[in-house]
């Protein structure tokens, strides 16, 4: 919201992704009206008018919902598919990553890495995960095998004067940093081969200084001038069916659990949004549209 002018947004703008919620109207789909779902529109929709999610009514398409599991209630579901999508295209549709190979997970805390650590472990692979200390416990309560304290030192510091044995097959870059430093400093830490993959550097407000720094170090300085000699890529999710379902019957298993940080009423959606904001969160930040859904 804050990285797009105002303009360009058509009206009314109705803002977000996300969903869970109940079909009205199936219009002659797989779908039954009364059905429970969750789901997303895709991220690239709601610049149209009034087609995001935090609304009473939402136009979906089919193949983007999955029903309810049993096992969450609506409130748990809603803030699942635009992370977890996220993370699971990451680590194995991007990343190719393997049962028993091993990743590190930057931003275990993010909602995008608390997901990538359960899906990743799920999957049989081992994960280190970095986080403030004051979230470690919670890192290693979505099965972290390793943990990371990014405040006590630069985090490429920490993991050079202590690689893996063997290096890392993929490291999954879950906090949109800016700075560079995990990635040019990787070749020791991360195996000829392996994969730096990025959810995309977040700049705060238009930092174009910053954002030609990170154009120079990851796509342009060569080899023989000191440019990083492994693969650096950024992912923006996108829909896939075959996704979805994968993470659906995780969830309905109980092996990846939802994970909300807080819930708002719609009156106060912007206290919400505050919440995001303050880059502290650990879950999802849910929005109830309907005061009466289960939480
Ligand atoms: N490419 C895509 O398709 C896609 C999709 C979804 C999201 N994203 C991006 O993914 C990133 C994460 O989004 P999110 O919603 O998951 O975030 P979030 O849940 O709002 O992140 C909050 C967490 O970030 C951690 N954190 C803050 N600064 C950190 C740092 N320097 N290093 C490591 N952890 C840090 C905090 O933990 P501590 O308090 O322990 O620091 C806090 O728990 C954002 O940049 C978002 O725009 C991209």
Not at 4 to 30: C, H, M, Q, W
Not at 51 to 71: E, F, H, I, K, R
Not at 117 to 134: D, E, L, M, R, W
Request: proline share 7%; aromatic share 10%; net charge positive.
């Amino acid at each position: 919201m804050g990285m797009l002018p105002g303009f360009l947004a058509k009206k009314p703008y109705i803002p977000e992704y996300d969903l869970a919620g109940i079909i009205v109207d199936a219009n002659g789909t797989s779908l039954k009206e009364g059905d429970q779902v969750y789901g997303w529109i895709p991220a690239t929709v709601p610049v149209k008018p009034a087609s995001g999610t935090l609304a009473q009514y939402a136009s979906v398409a089919a193949d983007d919902l999955v029903p309810l599991p049993a096992n969450i209630t609506p409130v748990q579901a809603s803030g699942i598919t635009v992370v977890a999508l996220t993370a699971y295209q990451v680590l194995f549709d991007v990343g190719g990553l393997q049962p028993k190979q091993s990743v590190f997970i930057n931003g275990g805390s993010t909602a995008v890495g608390s997901f990538a650590i359960q899906i990743a472990k799920a999957t049989g692979c081992k994960v280190t995960a970095s986080a403030s200390a004051k979230n470690e416990e919670y890192v290693r309560s979505l099965g972290a095998d390793e943990f990371v304290d990014y405040t006590k030192a630069p985090l490429h510091k920490t993991l050079a004067a202590n690689p893996p044995t063997p290096k890392f097959d993929v490291i999954f870059e879950a906090a949109g940093l800016m700075d560079t430093s995990l990635y040019t400093h990787s070749e020791v830490y991360l195996a000829p081969g392996g994969k730096f993959i990025s959810v995309g550097p977040q700049p705060k407000g238009f930092d174009v200084v910053g954002i030609l720094k990170i154009a120079w170090k990851i796509f342009l300085q060569p080899r023989f001038l000191g440019g990083t000699k492994r693969s650096w890529k950024v992912h923006q999710v996108h829909p896939k069916r075959a996704d979805l379902e994968q993470i659906a019957k995780y969830v309905a298993e109980g092996k990846v659990k939802p994970l909300v940080d807080s819930v708002y009423a719609f009156e106060d959606a912007l206290k919400a949004y505050e919440r995001l904001l303050t880059g502290r969160a650990t879950g999802k930040v849910v929005i109830k549209v309907d005061p009466g859904v289960v939480e």
